[in-house]
Nanobody
Framework: QGQLVESGGGLVQAGDSLRLSCEASGLSFSSYAMGWFRQAPGKERELVAAISPTGSSTYYTDPEKGRFTISRDNAKKTVYLRMNSLKPEDTAVYYC?????????????????WGQGTQVTVSS
């Protein structure tokens, strides 16, 4: 099996932008759909964005659509999440994950690999 390692989290002000990165190793990266989940204390884990293996299709939750952009570079085995106009409610631990399709990522039940997470904190 391989692993996923996230980076790019931190403490920012409301309205700022941030880009998260997730680098894969030891797996066939281009064979997987990739997703970004987040979880805040006391709340359910939720999928915020996902992208198909080739990057031809993407998914966003309604609140984040228009503010967040997911992309991938298969040559670098890296998936990114660009977050604009950040709000305090975006504060959470963000996790990178892989699965066969975007549809499977929506359930979060059959994830092949999970990253360790990166903390994003947005102050007002």
């Amino acid at each position: 099996q391989g692993q996923l390692v996230e980076s790019g989290g931190g403490l920012v002000q409301a309205g700022d932008s941030l880009r998260l990165s997730c680098e894969a190793s030891g797996l066939s990266f281009s064979s997987y759909a990739m997703g970004w989940f987040r979880q805040a204390p006391g709340k359910e884990r939720e999928l915020v964005a996902a992208i198909s293996p080739t990057g031809s299709s993407t998914y966003y939750t309604d609140p984040e659509k228009g503010r967040f952009t997911i992309s991938r570079d298969n040559a670098k085995k890296t998936v990114y999440l660009r977050m604009n106009s950040l709000k305090p409610e975006d504060t959470a631990v963000y996790y990178c994950a892989s699965d066969t399709t975007i549809g499977l990522l929506l359930s979060g039940l059959t994830v092949d690999h999970w990253g360790q997470g990166t903390q994003v904190t947005v102050s007002s």
